[in-house]
């Protein structure tokens, strides 16, 4: 089966400083990857998603990650983090078998804190 | 267009008795999914329909739970002889089900069992 590792569960930043959240998944085989954001009280948005191509994706609000997959990671980055980016952050992998995609699987989140 | 919309926003159940959730998913998504979010186990994948297929419900983490989806569009989530362990807000997405697979969630239900 299939995992995914965020490694910070907690991070705190002042505004204006960059963010680098961490994310490694365990499946081999041909992966789609993604950025989900859950902001206080308000349901699960997509930041961002990974098929094919380019490893670098940009997302919304300025949001970016790589996808390494030498080192099966998809980290996420902001170069100038704002108090509005508090939020939680699910990092998640879906794989595909001989039916087709199955559910995501999500890392245990990030937490992140932005103070003014 | 409308989103993905769950209902009840809020569900307060006594141990033991049975509860459905209702899952109504975004006009023309085929694929529907079912999640738990929980403070233990963090975002969990529970059950898979797409289209008229038989659902892949390999996450479902006991028979107490199961899922229909009627007409290929209405999900309902049922929970029978509910368990403390059973409080925790599901998700519902659906995607297009096509090679994007990106899912779009609904709001939730929190479900309390006491």
């Known amino acids: 089966a299939q995992s995914v590792s965020q490694h910070n569960h907690h991070v705190i930043l002042s505004e204006a400083a960059s963010l680098e959240l961490g994310c490694n998944y365990s499946?081999?085989?041909?992966?789609?990857l993604f950025w989900y954001v859950q902001y206080p009280g308000q349901h699960l948005q997509l930041l961002l998603k990974?098929?094919?191509?380019?490893?670098l994706v940009k997302g919304i609000k300025g949001f970016e990650a790589e996808f390494i997959k030498s080192k099966f990671s998809f980290n996420l980055r902001k170069p100038s983090v704002q108090w509005s980016d508090t939020a939680e952050y699910f990092c998640?992998?879906?794989?595909?078998?001989?039916?087709?995609?199955?559910?995501?699987?999500f890392g245990k989140g990030t937490h992140l804190i932005i103070q003014p | 267009g409308a989103g993905v919309s769950q209902s009840p926003s809020n569900k307060v159940t006594e141990k033991g008795k049975d509860v459905e959730l209702r899952c109504d998913p975004i006009?023309?998504?085929?694929?529907l999914y079912w999640y738990r979010q929980s403070l233990g186990q963090g975002l969990e994948f529970l059950i898979y329909?797409?289209?008229?297929?038989?659902?892949?419900k390999s996450g479902l983490p006991s028979d107490r739970f199961s899922a229909e989806r009627t007409g290929g569009s209405v999900s309902t989530l049922t929970i029978q002889r509910t368990q403390q362990e059973d409080s925790a807000v599901y998700l519902c997405?659906?995607?297009?089900?096509?090679?994007?697979?990106?899912?779009?969630f609904g709001p939730g239900t929190r479900l309390t069992v006491t």
């Open positions: 997405a659906s995607s297009t089900g096509t090679t994007s697979y990106e899912q779009y």
């Open positions: 499946y081999g085989g041909t992966v789609n």
């Open positions: 990974y098929f094919s191509g380019d490893p």
């Open positions: 998640a992998v879906i794989s595909y078998s001989g039916g087709g995609a199955d559910g995501l699987t």
């Open positions: 006009s023309g998504h085929t694929a």
């Open positions: 329909f797409q289209g008229n297929s038989a659902p892949d």
